[in-house]
């Protein structure tokens, strides 16, 4: 068992044992809001993992990766409750990057990306809310997958915003992202058509960033043909309309607990949780109608293409310049909100700039294309 606290949180007990399957072999880093027999969950925060008490059963899919093979080694630290998209956890400290030591390591999935990214586990589980799994990929140089919004169960894992929330996990290479994807996503989508490539959409990032993801796009087309698209969206006021709907559902889970327990929060969380609380029913109730008409509009730009676009806005900040990442993480919530919204599947794939830092291109498909998109990035 590793011991870095911000890494790894100590289990309880004895973690359950996998049986045979096809992820024999590969360890297996759960982030700590699934639900693991006999295990608490503490979601990032030592007060809540003091009042929690042991789950009765494992999340589903949990199971679904115990059944497949995958030995779990270790539950892994996220970002209290996962609600910061740094990785940044005022209790237990920062997971390190491998890929760029004096930069952020991502959140919400920070601990399971890390684990994975220094090879201390070969899978890494998490839930993706707002890019909760693709931020972490792309700024340590892993693979990852957010699933189409409902294709695998969340039953036993912690809620934050439902409407948004989706499990995924990380990887080092493409091949062991298919070999995770096969076995938990048997069913496989429709076939998909063309590259579809806004300029827009990839120049909604830093010039690093976009010029890493055109270096990609001129020298692995992915073998399909090219529909090139205008953008016209409105990528602030969707970024809006996502952040409305997941305050107000982070605050109707989580709201009760807080107040009962001021003071708890470290000042990024704090701040986020005070911001959800202003949110009213009737700002909710819009938000929602609008994330509707968000939702129609991206699927129909997908369409039954491969939308390609920069998975962060920016590579990780530095971690001595945290005035950085609310700027930063503006701009990404403007990429990921695309997939978030319209809960479709997204794969990260890693790249790196000019100037060697890690950054990432995101394919996003047409509902239930996972497995599909996984296999593009098989190939490239």
Known sequence: MHDDPAVWRAPDGPLPTP??????????AITDLFAIAGQRVGAGSPPFLAAAAPEPNSAVVVDH????GAEPIGITQCDELSYTLTGVNPHYGTPPNPAAADRISGGSTSGAAAAVALGEADIGLGLDTVGSIRVPAA????????????AISRQGALP?????????????????????TNAVLPQRGAQL???????????????????????????????LPRRDIDHDLPLDHWRGVMITALGFEAWRHHGDWIEANPGVLGPEAAGRFRAAAAIQEDEYARACVEAASARTAIRALVGMD????????????????????????????????????????AVSIPLRTADGMPAGVSLIGPPNSDRELVALATVL
């Open 65 to 68: 990766l115990l059944a497949a």
């Open 139 to 150: 700024y340590q140089g892993l693979y990852g997958l957010r699933t189409t919004h409902g």
């Open 193 to 223: 058509d063309r590259v579809a490539i806004s300029a827009g959409l990839v120049g909604a990032a830093d010039d690093d960033v976009t010029d890493a993801v055109w270096r990609f796009l001129d020298s692995r087309m992915l073998g």
């Open 306 to 345: 491969v939308l390609v676009i920069p998975t962060t806005a920016t590579v990780p900040p530095r971690r001595a310049t945290p005035g950085a990442y609310a700027a930063a993480r503006i701009g990404t919530l403007n990429l990921t909100c695309l997939a978030s919204l319209a809960g479709l599947p």
């Open 160 to 180: 934050l915003a439902p409407t948004l929330d989706t499990v995924g996990w990380v990887t080092r290479d493409a091949l062991t992202l298919a070999r995770v």
């Open 19 to 28: 049986t045979a399957g096809s992820l024999v072999g590969l360890g297996l």
